[in-house]
């Protein structure tokens, strides 16, 4: 079994932590978080005995097999940075840094020592999610995507824990849960047109977008962040629509007959939903090698993501040349 190192003992780390104690590949040895309350408590929670106040001392001490790096937006790239530099196999929350030369730089890094390195964007193990794809797939390639990723972000700023700067990053630091999924079902990205308003501010939130993806396929993606909103994707097949309202049970329609319910495994009922899948992917790389399977998704493959969000957002212009990923209908291929 791996010896596993979990950094962060917060609320998104102990969802972690619920699959971390259940699978075989691995066993979590050491807890890490600067704050002793919170450390004693989740330590206690999941019987964790070793427990450091910082990450530094974990990199002093015994190396782990692999790293959970599940700490604050502001923090994961620079925390993540100095296990993969160390070349500790290395887990990172989403986003895989607040900005594109944040991912790009870990991704070189990465790519520089060696070190595996896997983004958690866990939507993308969603059992629902998942055999929706499947099922569209069956019918020919995908034709279209539609991503919606709607937040009404004045209740966002409610909440204190969320800098002004995460504020102007929101559809990195939230909004990759709903737009990676452009990606995954839809493969890379060509091309991208976009609009972009300012309803009440201070920076664009409305944004739409037109993209061309390299099979043949479109998509589109909105985002509006100034009304109560919520996060959605339809992907169209030969004569085949699937669609789900992310979190809840999705549906399959056929043109010739009636809506068929998706609905989510008793995996992702018993955990937060993709957890597990995702979890277990990453250990088993780790202990394994080779390839990342799709759909997992490495720092080079984060980059493409993040490049695409700045571009809906408004935040930069979209550079194809970058794209290197296959289409959907390879989906035996392992990604990168």
Same mark, same amino acid.
């Given at each position: 079994?791996?010896?596993?190192?979990? /950094?962060? #003992?917060?609320?998104?780390?102990?969802?972690?932590?619920?699959?971390?104690?259940?699978?075989?590949?691995?066993?979590?040895?050491?807890?890490?978080?600067?704050?002793?309350?919170?450390?004693?408590?989740?330590?206690?929670?999941?019987?964790?005995?070793?427990?450091?106040?910082?990450?530094?001392?974990?990199?002093?001490?015994?190396?782990?097999?692999?790293?959970?790096?599940?700490?604050?937006?502001?923090?994961?790239?620079?925390? #993540?940075?100095?296990?993969?530099?160390?070349?500790?196999?290395?887990?990172?929350?989403?986003?895989?840094?607040?900005?594109?030369?944040?991912?790009?730089?870990?991704?070189?890094?990465?790519?520089?020592?060696?070190?595996?390195?896997?983004?958690?964007?866990?939507?993308?193990?969603?059992?629902?999610?998942?055999?929706?794809?499947?099922?569209?797939?069956?019918?020919?390639? /995908?034709?279209?995507?539609?991503?919606?990723?709607?937040?009404?972000?004045?209740?966002?700023?409610?909440?204190?824990?969320?800098?002004?700067?995460?504020?102007?990053?929101?559809?990195?630091?939230?909004?990759?849960?709903?737009?990676?999924?452009?990606?995954?079902?839809?493969?890379?990205?060509?091309?991208?047109?976009?609009?972009?308003?300012?309803?009440?501010?201070?920076?664009?939130?409305?944004?739409?977008?037109?993209?061309?993806?390299?099979?043949?396929?479109?998509?589109?993606?909105?985002?509006?962040?100034?009304?109560?909103?919520?996060?959605?994707?339809?992907?169209?097949?030969?004569?085949?629509?699937?669609?789900? #309202?992310?979190?809840?049970?999705?549906?399959?329609?056929?043109?010739?007959?009636?809506?068929?319910?998706?609905?989510?495994?008793?995996?992702?009922?018993?955990?937060?939903?993709?957890?597990?899948?995702?979890?277990?992917?990453?250990?088993?790389?780790?202990?394994?090698?080779?390839?990342?399977?799709?759909?997992?998704?490495?720092?080079?493959?984060?980059?493409?993501?993040?490049?695409?969000?700045?571009?809906?957002?408004?935040?930069?212009?979209?550079?194809?040349?970058?794209?290197?990923?296959?289409?959907? #209908?390879?989906?035996?291929?392992?990604?990168?």
């Amino acid at each position: 079994m791996l010896n596993i190192a979990v /950094v962060g #003992a917060g609320n998104i780390a102990q969802r972690h932590l619920e699959v971390l104690t259940d699978l075989r590949e691995g066993r979590v040895t050491t807890l890490v978080d600067t704050n002793p309350r919170v450390l004693e408590e989740t330590g206690s929670r999941f019987s964790v005995s070793s427990r450091l106040n910082s990450h530094e001392s974990l990199l002093e001490g015994d190396r782990p097999d692999a790293v959970f790096v599940l700490v604050s937006v502001l923090q994961v790239a620079a925390v #993540a940075a100095d296990f993969i530099r160390s070349g500790i196999p290395t887990f990172l929350e989403k986003p895989p840094g607040l900005y594109t030369s944040d991912t790009r730089t870990l991704a070189d890094l990465a790519r520089a020592v060696g070190t595996p390195a896997m983004v958690g964007v866990n939507r993308r193990f969603y059992s629902t999610l998942l055999k929706g794809r499947e099922l569209v797939l069956e019918s020919g390639p /995908v034709q279209s995507v539609t991503v919606d990723a709607h937040e009404d972000i004045r209740r966002v700023r409610e909440n204190p824990k969320f800098t002004e700067e995460v504020m102007k990053r929101w559809s990195a630091a939230n909004g990759i849960h709903a737009l990676d999924l452009l990606r995954f079902f839809g493969g890379d990205v060509a091309s991208v047109r976009t609009m972009h308003r300012t309803v009440e501010g201070p920076m664009p939130d409305c944004c739409s977008a037109l993209l061309t993806f390299s099979g043949g396929a479109v998509g589109r993606a909105s985002m509006d962040w100034f009304a109560p909103g919520g996060h959605r994707v339809e992907v169209r097949g030969n004569g085949v629509t699937f669609t789900s #309202a992310l979190g809840q049970a999705a549906t399959l329609r056929h043109r010739d007959g009636g809506p068929v319910n998706v609905e989510g495994d008793e995996i992702d009922r018993r955990y937060k939903a993709g957890f597990y899948r995702q979890d277990r992917a990453f250990l088993r790389w780790v202990r394994n090698g080779g390839s990342l399977p799709f759909p997992a998704c490495g720092l080079d493959d984060a980059v493409k993501t993040m490049e695409l969000i700045d571009a809906i957002s408004g935040n930069s212009s979209f550079n194809p040349p970058s794209c290197r990923q296959s289409s959907p #209908a390879e989906a035996e291929r392992p990604s990168e």
